[in-house]
């Protein structure tokens, strides 16, 4: 069974920069397609950047130059460096694995983020 474990949020001003954490286990990371996701208060979960199945990697336009997806296959790690955070930014980070091919999909149990002065 997949299991996904964010880590890496946290409290941060305006203006500072954070980078959320991954670890993927039970299965072969390589055979997955990552990518992150988000939930705001009272909001909708809702894409925040995720790596091609077959073209560029997509990321939600209030993060482009900002954000950047990417991992490390050998610590079957994905990462997400959040740079210029921004109060709207807050929200809770979920990471999200989907098999190529095959199309399971799993969540993590996300990791909150904070952008506050």
């Known amino acids: 069974q997949v299991q996904l474990v964010e880590s890496g949020g946290g409290l941060v001003q305006p203006g500072g920069s954070l980078r959320l954490s991954c670890a993927f286990s039970?299965?072969?990371?390589?055979?997955?397609?990552m990518g992150w996701y988000r939930q705001g208060p009272g909001g909708q979960r809702e894409l925040v950047a995720a790596?091609?199945?077959?073209?560029?990697?997509d990321y939600a336009d209030s993060v482009k130059g900002r954000f950047t997806i990417s991992r490390d296959n050998a610590k079957n790690t994905l990462y997400l460096q959040m740079n210029s955070l921004k109060p709207e930014d807050t929200a809770v980070y979920y990471c999200?694995?989907?098999?190529?091919?095959?199309?399971?999909?799993?969540w993590g149990q996300g990791t909150q983020v904070t952008v506050s002065s």
């Open positions: 999200h694995a989907r098999r190529r091919i095959f199309g399971n999909e799993y």
């Open positions: 039970g299965n072969i990371f390589v055979t997955y397609v």
């Open positions: 790596e091609p199945s077959g073209g560029v990697t």
